[in-house]
């Protein structure tokens, strides 16, 4: 067994291949609860209290009773990372509701749940001297996911469908917008663009996940720079006109962008202002553990 392939399944730490679950498992049957990847960089978690506040956020949100601890997760989180082979690591946490005799789709309340975690291997971060070979691709869709998209469940078949079809037709990801063009997110990130020196995302909503690393970013931005940021609605067009286009994930941290559908973005595969911006977010984002 190599390190990086240590996981943790209910209360205990096992290697990743001995660790089993019921097929009863409502995670299993229908995508029944949430989860978090939080990024360790040199072994040290990101916006560790920001992730565990969500993950509570996210158990109360679909229902469970407070039964954990944030010790408890931090825990989990930390110990993963340091166990980790890797310098850079995800720490991928499910939490799903846990298994029942009979599959049905209403629940019981005293179920135990399933708690699983293991820690993969990320990228070193990216930064202006340690730029991206290419901006990625992104082809634009309808988002047709459910109206919980703040809550991140486990239940991703919506994500998964909408980057396959980005992948099938030659993309990185999915530009997802509403009816109307107002968009919301990629299947696995956050969006920004850059226009005239002003940075621009859309503002929190039911229609996409309140991104740690959207939040990182804003708030380095705030408290270190003068470069403004507004939370505002953005059309499609809005983000093919942008000088720079990004997306944002705890994997990913800041990814330029260089291509929307046959539209090519100015800033391309590393603009000025994602050159200040990656700097500013490697120079501050420890201190908002
Ligand atoms: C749909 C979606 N939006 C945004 C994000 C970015 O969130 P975070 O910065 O917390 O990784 C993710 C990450 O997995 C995601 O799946």
Same mark, same amino acid.
């Given at each position: 067994?190599?390190?990086?392939?240590?996981?943790?399944?209910?209360?205990?730490?096992?290697?990743?291949?001995?660790?089993?679950?019921?097929?009863?498992?409502?995670?299993?049957?229908?995508?029944?609860?949430?989860?978090?990847?939080?990024?360790?960089?040199?072994?040290?978690?990101?916006?560790?209290?920001?992730?565990?506040?969500?993950?509570?956020?996210?158990?109360?949100?679909?229902?469970?009773?407070?039964?954990?601890?944030?010790?408890?997760?931090?825990?989990?989180?930390?110990?993963?990372?340091?166990?980790?082979?890797?310098?850079?690591?995800?720490?991928?946490?499910?939490?799903?509701?846990?298994?029942?005799?009979?599959?049905?789709?209403?629940?019981?309340? #005293? %179920? *135990?749940?399933?708690? !699983?975690?293991?820690?993969? @291997?990320?990228?070193?971060?990216? &930064?202006?001297?340690?730029?991206?070979?290419?901006?990625?691709?992104?082809?634009?869709?309808?988002?047709?996911?459910?109206?919980?998209?703040?809550?991140?469940?486990?239940?991703?078949?919506?994500?998964?469908?909408?980057?396959?079809?980005?992948?099938?037709?030659?993309?990185?990801?999915?530009?997802?917008?509403?009816?109307?063009?107002?968009?919301?997110?990629?299947?696995?990130?956050?969006?920004?663009?850059?226009?005239?020196?002003?940075?621009?995302?859309?503002?929190?909503?039911?229609?996409?996940?309140?991104?740690?690393?959207?939040?990182?970013?804003?708030?380095?931005?705030?408290?270190?720079?003068?470069?403004?940021?507004?939370?505002? #609605? %953005? *059309?499609?067009?809005? !983000?093919?006109?942008?000088? @720079?286009?990004?997306?944002?994930? &705890?994997?990913?941290?800041?990814?330029?962008?260089?291509?929307?559908?046959?539209?090519?973005?100015?800033?391309?595969?590393?603009?000025?202002?994602?050159?200040?911006?990656?700097?500013?977010?490697?120079?501050?984002?420890?201190?908002?553990?």
């Amino acid at each position: 067994m190599t390190q990086t392939d240590l996981a943790f399944l209910n209360g205990q730490y096992l290697p990743k291949s001995e660790a089993r679950i019921s097929p009863m498992d409502r995670g299993f049957l229908f995508g029944d609860g949430i989860y978090e990847v939080i990024p360790c960089h040199h072994r040290k978690p990101i916006g560790l209290k920001r992730h565990i506040d969500r993950l509570q956020t996210n158990l109360r949100a679909i229902g469970f009773a407070p039964y954990a601890s944030d010790e408890h997760w931090a825990t989990i989180i930390t110990t993963l990372a340091e166990q980790s082979r890797s310098e850079h690591c995800g720490v991928y946490l499910h939490v799903s509701r846990g298994v029942a005799a009979k599959r049905h789709h209403t629940f019981s309340k #005293d %179920l *135990t749940p399933t708690e !699983f975690a293991y820690s993969f @291997e990320i990228p070193a971060p990216p &930064s202006s001297s340690n730029k991206p070979h290419a901006g990625l691709k992104l082809k634009s869709q309808e988002d047709l996911r459910w109206f919980h998209c703040d809550v991140k469940v486990t239940a991703l078949l919506g994500n998964v469908l909408h980057y396959q079809q980005a992948v099938d037709s030659g993309f990185d990801e999915a530009l997802l917008y509403r009816p109307g063009g107002r968009v919301t997110e990629a299947s696995a990130s956050n969006v920004f663009c850059v226009k005239d020196g002003i940075v621009y995302t859309p503002p929190l909503s039911n229609t996409l996940l309140p991104g740690i690393t959207r939040g990182l970013i804003i708030d380095v931005l705030q408290d270190h720079s003068q470069i403004e940021v507004k939370q505002q #609605d %953005l *059309t499609v067009e809005d !983000f093919l006109a942008a000088d @720079e286009v990004w997306l944002s994930s &705890s994997t990913r941290e800041i990814a330029p962008v260089s291509q929307i559908d046959d539209h090519l973005i100015k800033g391309g595969t590393s603009g000025p202002m994602w050159e200040r911006v990656i700097d500013l977010f490697q120079e501050h984002k420890y201190e908002y553990a």
